[in-house]
């Protein structure tokens, strides 16, 4: 364990034991619209292998346990309508998964419905079918697959070198390097360096992988009570978009899911909880776009408008990011006290 993982270890039991602290918690968790997030919960797999903390299917199933102790579990739409604790005084708590993966096949929805949890999963759309990998997705991917390490520096450096963009030392440096590339070039990016990676045709490892949600997999976990939204079309870095951008990574795609799965309402969560500057996210949710918009800065205060919510991860150290950031209060983020890069 490291430094960091030890010490938000410490803060989350400290939030959770500690009779004083815990009563603050508890006391604030009750004052709160409580939404946690997961990306992929199985065993390790090379697209999500730059990402994967040790989220297995059965640790997943022991986090519910222990949260369904001091929480009640409700929908999204339930949770973003709650005004305040009944059932016995537990908060209440909804359940959401960024990146479109596919729930059921992995087993997680069993896990999902053993609990008697309702979860949303939000899509890029993108990605929806298995058409494409989404492009960080794609690099750990190429990253994982191709056997010499060095082999893929030099794949990825070679690609930012012709780009003028930041070259790296070592594999792992990738992720990092790539984050502030062009929202425009990220794909083609990201294709360039597979292709120079030589491990074969990205359409033949999707064929195999299948990551990520078909049509008929949205379908059965929409039949099993659960619910869709928007991730966005391709996950882009949103507080760098401009009004045109906005409209074919978040309206479209969201005006095309509302119409092929017949939804009511389409919620949306933002990659990397990179917010859309206010006057623009302000106009896409009065103009009925989206309805509601959601970060990763832990859990905001009920009256919080819906376009301002936020989320709380269960990919790194949950006690620390369900417990301790309530306690230590939105700045400290989700896997990690300063930063991170798992939140894609």
């Known amino acids: ?78 949770a973003l309508a709650d005004d305040g604790p009944a059932h016995g005084g537990k908060p209440t708590l909804a359940v959401t998964f960024d990146d479109g993966f596919d729930l059921i096949a992995g087993g997680v929805a069993d896990v999902l419905d053993r609990h008697d949890v309702r979860a949303t999963s939000f899509l890029i759309t993108s990605c929806l079918d298995n058409r494409r990998l989404m492009w960080r997705h794609s690099l750990s991917a190429a990253r994982a697959l191709t056997p010499d390490p060095s082999t893929f520096v030099a794949a990825f450096n070679g690609v930012a070198a012709s780009a003028r963009l930041p070259q790296i030392r070592v594999a792992g440096a990738a992720q990092r390097s790539a984050a502030p590339w062009p929202h425009a070039r990220k794909d083609e990016l990201a294709d360039a360096v597979w292709e120079r990676c030589d491990i074969g045709p990205p359409g033949e490892y999707l064929a195999a992988a299948r990551p990520y949600f078909d049509d008929a997999g949205v379908r059965d976990w929409l039949r099993r009570g659960h619910t869709i939204g928007l991730h966005t079309h391709t996950h882009p870095h949103c507080g760098e978009l401009g009004a045109d951008d906005v409209i074919d990574e978040i309206e479209r795609p969201a005006a095309w899911l509302r119409e092929r799965y017949e939804l009511d309402r389409v919620w949306f969560s933002y990659p990397f909880g990179s917010r859309l500057p206010d006057a623009l996210e302000r106009d896409v949710c009065e103009r009925g776009a989206i309805d509601c918009a959601l970060g990763i800065e832990g859990f905001a205060s009920r009256g919080t408008p819906l376009r301002r919510l936020e989320r709380s991860s269960l990919d790194g150290v949950v006690a620390f990011s369900v417990y301790g950031r309530v306690l ?17």
């Open 328 to 344: 230590l209060g939105r700045g400290a983020r989700p896997n990690g006290l300063s930063g991170s890069n798992t939140a894609l």
């Open 1 to 78: 364990m490291t430094v960091e993982r030890g010490l938000q270890s410490t803060i989350g039991t400290l939030a959770q034991s500690a009779p004083i602290l815990s009563a603050y918690v508890r006391r604030r968790l009750q004052s709160s619209v409580n939404i946690v997030y997961a990306h992929y919960a199985g065993e390790p797999v090379p697209y999500f292998a730059d990402f994967w903390r040790g989220l297995t299917v059965d640790r997943f199933d022991a986090i519910l346990t222990d949260l369904a102790r001091r929480f009640r579990f409700v929908t999204l739409a339930e």
